[in-house]
């Protein structure tokens, strides 16, 4: 797949403003006033970002909720571009915010043995967690994330903030660029159970010993077989419009906005393309089992094409992965595979739940559908099902799967 051009008029298209449509007034039948919410671009100087104080503060309330991950007794969730909350979750009933972790710019995070991985903008910090409530900073690995820096500049960044805009002019989508995604999470599972568990919306991943972080054209590759001492290995390049990663067994599946890249990673340090599956141009996590993978298509966003669908692609060969069936959805976002059952999130239409034993007539086989509830993304975890949203986090058990049952939630304060 061909990448494509790295900028449009001078702006990286990795970080062209977004625009969001909230509510639409009209002051006369003639000239409507269009409200809605733009993310203006703010410039950071990186020595100043490093200046910041980082690592444990008092426990506080969550004001959003980023990528949920799952590490033994404990919930870690991020906030968006401040930082990662630890919560203990020895009972799923009664969740107890136990500190808060400031990483300025922070979206991703994955926990190796006793060590939290994060970003910070263009930096990888390391954080000893072995201690959840004592948690202390290892390392930090500079300029690794290099694709923020303003027009090649290492001495500046780009990030955003929300501005509130009223026009005459309506706001107009973006087609596929995208900035990172508040609503994803990674998938990071391993049979010595080092690794912890995350959603299917991944830009982080662990697999035999190394880190994997995507952005939206490459895969950077970390050893991290120490892991209090991780260093950087090699970036491969991937083509444009790469969103997330999900490792299974010895592979990696890629999601992209055209497709899905399998690539074989039995040597953890230089994964090996196998197969891309291209597909419309859709905002697509993907999840896997041994033979089938499961990937939602999204429209609305920045997306592009009006497609909502669930595909199920049979990869017993990854050298040729062929599409079996897909399912219309209302407005798929993130997946989580448990057994046999599929969970889809369908953003404001809340979450459904399927039996996926005959893969091709999953319709037929829907157990629930929560409407009350908007969903982005969903992990099968080892005590609870753990759903993220606008408006928080979600537990339920869901021992019975076609009958789920709410456990708790963290809500997002107003």
């Known amino acids: 797949m061909n990448p494509m051009r790295r900028s449009v008029f001078g702006w990286p298209v990795w970080r062209l403003p977004i625009v969001i449509l909230l509510v639409t007034t009209c002051s006369n039948p003639q000239e409507p ?3 809605y919410r733009v993310q203006v671009p703010v410039y950071l100087n990186v020595s100043a970002v490093r200046e910041i104080t980082v690592g444990p503060q008092a426990p506080r309330k969550l004001s959003a909720a980023g990528k949920i991950y799952v590490y033994g007794d404990y919930l870690l969730i991020n906030e968006p571009q401040k930082g990662v909350h630890i919560i203990d979750n020895r009972q799923p009933k009664m969740p107890r915010m136990l500190n808060f972790i400031a990483i300025p710019g922070n979206i991703d995070m994955a926990v190796n043995s006793h060590m939290l991985y994060a970003d910070s903008y263009v930096d990888l910090l390391v954080f000893d967690i072995s201690d959840p409530a004592n948690v202390t900073l290892s390392k930090r ?22 501005s509130l805009v009223t026009s ?13 995604d508040a609503f994803s999470s990674g998938v990071t599972l391993s049979p010595g159970g080092s690794y912890g568990q995350g959603g ?8 035999g010993g190394h880190l994997y972080a995507v952005d939206q054209q490459s895969l950077r590759l970390f050893n991290v077989q120490d892991p209090d001492d991780p260093h950087f290995v090699q970036d491969i390049a991937l083509g444009w419009g790469i969103e997330t990663i999900f490792p299974f067994e010895n592979k990696l599946f890629i999601g992209s906005t055209t ?26 996590p993907v999840v896997v089992n ?63 739940s399927y039996s996926i034993a005959d893969v091709m007539n999953v319709d037929k086989r829907q157990m629930q559908h929560l409407r009350t509830i908007d969903a982005f993304d969903v992990i099968p975890g080892p005590k609870s099902l753990i759903v993220t949203g606008e408006k928080g986090i979600s537990q339920y058990d869901y021992s019975r799967p076609n009958r789920l049952q709410l456990l708790s939630q963290i809500s997002v304060k107003d």
């Open 200 to 207: 299917s919306m991944a830009r982080f991943t662990l697999l």
């Open 259 to 284: 497709g899905m890249h399998i690539y074989d990673a039995s040597n953890p340090a230089a994964p090996e393309p196998m197969s891309v599956y291209s597909h419309f141009t859709a905002c697509d």
């Open 168 to 180: 005459t002019t309506p706001p107009r989508p973006l087609g596929g660029w995208m900035v990172n």
């Open 141 to 162: 690995l500079e300029d690794v994330f290099p694709h923020l820096y303003v027009y090649g500049d290492s001495s500046k960044i780009m990030t955003y903030k929300d």
């Open 290 to 352: 041994e033979n089938h993978a499961f990937v939602t298509l999204r429209s609305g966003n920045f997306c592009q094409q009006g497609v909502d669908l669930l595909e199920v692609i049979d990869i017993s060969d990854p050298y040729s992965p062929k599409l079996l069936k897909s399912y219309g959805m209302q407005n798929p976002h993130g997946l989580g595979l448990s057994e046999n059952y599929l969970y889809v999130c369908e953003g404001k239409f809340g979450l459904k």
């Open 33 to 35: 006033l269009y409200n």
